[in-house]
């Protein structure tokens, strides 16, 4: 059974190895609430994550940590499984998903993990260290549906209780569902008028569609940039501690993910992977009602890979209103580009990038078109170049 005891013992255990991450406030981020960052990002390892893998394994058998670990990832699990493995001289055999970023590949090897990639995703992963387990001997860590593991991310919120105690309520990202269930159990213990909402990724709505549904079920595919939480199906352990604990789950797009990662770095100086930033995201873009709250956004992780990161800034910036494209249709005259740069300069526009080409077959023989990328403020900024735009005469597409 998960007890209130479990996590002030998983607390204990913790205290030499973990960093006890800041809280932050946020007053930027989203309108109508008073938001704090709890920064897991910056743990050791760059998640959660070891708060779960070290108190599972410092529980072991003497017989157990001879015989070694095996655990499955989508990367930040494993550093932390790597990591305590490493501190209590254990072997850990790593099952990750071919498709993992580099990054989290290497860094599990660094902490001198056995690293085991298998085609698919996190689930097929899973099925393989539950092979391996039952070949080998080793004692599976499971990333998230253990009382043990659930008992050690529960440890953030005894932390929270002891950095912000008049928090109105706290924003959890949810894969497996085994931080949001060890977060809302320990905060409904101690703290009941704390409302716990969860996050989950459109593309990977595992715990959202069973906890509305009512039961347990299995997603056919997970598609999104938050890799972390690209899980199929949650616990049955989590599961039913979500049902009873956590007030309300909802989703937020990739987009919106990456607008999350870019305000984040902007505004906070703060580097975080899709699921770190989910929670942000779901204040951002107003998925929850938080007006006049004391509100907590857990940062979850920060290891994103650098390859999808320029990927997810360049998004955040559409997404943001802080670049966009522009295509519009000229006469085939001089002086029309002149006019065109002159509309935009004059209200503060940044042209990267230009494309003109002469008009296709089926349109005007004079016509032209001309493809713009601006660098912008924001949305309101767009609107009014293209207005100026259309009042000067311009057509755009």
């Known amino acids: 059974m998960l007890t209130i005891d479990n ?4 607390n204990y255990a913790l205290k030499n190895v ?14 109508g609430t008073d938001l704090y960052l709890k920064t897991e990002n910056l743990q050791i390892t760059g998640s959660f994550k070891v708060r779960g893998a070290y108190y599972k394994m410092s529980n072991l058998s003497e017989a157990e940590k001879a015989k070694g670990v095996v655990a499955c990832s989508a990367g930040n699990h494993a550093q932390g499984v790597a990591l305590a493995a490493q501190k209590n001289g254990i072997k850990a055999v790593i099952c990750l998903p071919d498709g993992a970023p580099i990054s ?17 995703v996190y689930d097929d992963a899973y099925n393989k260290a539950l092979e391996l387990r039952d070949n080998e001997g080793y004692t599976f860590i499971h990333p998230f549906n253990d009382e043990d593991v659930i008992a050690g991310q529960g440890t953030i919120a ?23 269930s060890g977060i809302a159990y320990t905060l409904k213990t101690l ?20 906890i509305k549904d009512g039961q347990i079920e299995t997603l056919p595919s997970v598609s999104t940039i938050a890799d972390g939480i690209a899980v199929k199906k949650p616990g049955d352990l989590t599961y039913e501690i979500c049902k009873k604990y956590v007030d309300e789950i909802v989703t937020v797009t990739d987009d919106e993910i990456s607008a999350a990662i870019l305000a984040l ?9 899709g699921a770190g930033a989910i929670a942000v995201a779901a204040a951002m873009f107003g998925k929850l009602d938080l007006v006049g709250k004391k509100t907590v956004c857990l940062l979850s992780g920060g290891n994103i890979d650098v390859t999808i990161l320029s990927r997810v800034i360049k998004r955040g910036l559409l997404m943001s209103g802080r670049t966009a494209q522009l295509m519009i249709e000229l006469a085939d005259k001089p002086g029309q580009l002149k006019n065109v740069s002159r ?20 349109s005007d023989v004079t016509g032209c078109y001309l493809r713009i990328m601006l660098e912008t403020r924001n949305y309101d900024h767009i609107n009014e170049i293209k207005k100026a735009l259309t009042d000067f005469g311009f057509k755009l597409l």
């Open 7 to 10: 996590v002030y013992r998983a």
């Open 18 to 31: 973990i960093r006890k991450t800041d809280i932050i406030r946020a007053p930027k981020l989203a309108e």
């Open 104 to 120: 989290k590949i290497e860094a599990t090897k660094s902490y001198g993990a056995e690293v085991c990639l298998v085609e698919g």
């Open 158 to 180: 005894l932390e929270l209780i002891e950095q912000l105690p008049d928090m109105d309520a706290v924003i959890v990202p949810i894969g497996g569902g085994g931080l949001i």
């Open 191 to 210: 703290k009941p008028n704390v409302k716990v909402y969860g996050v989950q990724a459109f593309g990977a709505p595992s715990m959202y569609k069973s």
């Open 265 to 273: 770095m902007e505004k906070h100086k703060l580097v975080t992977e």
């Open 343 to 362: 509309i935009i300069a004059d209200l503060g526009g940044n042209v990267i990038s230009v494309h003109h080409e002469r008009a296709n077959e089926g």
